[in-house]
């Protein structure tokens, strides 16, 4: 089972990203999705979550209308589309579960976790 989140890259503040979480050996779809965003020396902060029994979502005040989280059941995918970056978005962003069917993701309990991609906004 694996995780694999990708997209990330280097970008101007106001521009946009999207970044992937793909899964192999897992179904999305079964499972509320979260995507978090960590920077060296600072707390992780859960981004945003998508559930599985009703589709609802959550956003990080940070993030909320500027950042879009959807799934894509036939490519076994979940997007974050990033509008309007800001420098202070700049992160590593991975994607995870927990198991479970809503959100939020617990992170104590997390079963599978992506490597992450890098997101840097220049300003």
């Known amino acids: 089972v694996q995780l694999q989140a990708s997209g990330g890259g280097l970008v101007q503040a106001g521009g946009s990203l999207r970044l992937s979480c793909a899964a192999s050996g897992l179904t999305l779809d079964y499972y509320g999705v979260g995507w978090f965003r960590q920077v060296p020396g600072k707390e992780r902060e859960g981004v945003s979550c998508v559930s599985s029994s009703d589709g609802s979502t959550t956003y990080a005040d940070s993030v909320k209308g500027r950042f879009t989280i959807s799934r894509d059941t036939a490519k076994n995918t979940v997007f974050l589309q990033m509008n309007d970056l800001k420098p202070e978005d700049t992160a590593n962003y991975f994607c995870?579960?927990?198991?479970?069917?809503?959100?939020?993701?617990?992170?104590?309990?997390?079963?599978?976790r992506g490597k992450g991609t890098q997101v840097t906004v220049s300003s």
């Open positions: 995870a579960t927990d198991g479970g069917l809503g959100c939020p993701i617990d992170y104590s309990r997390l079963n599978y």
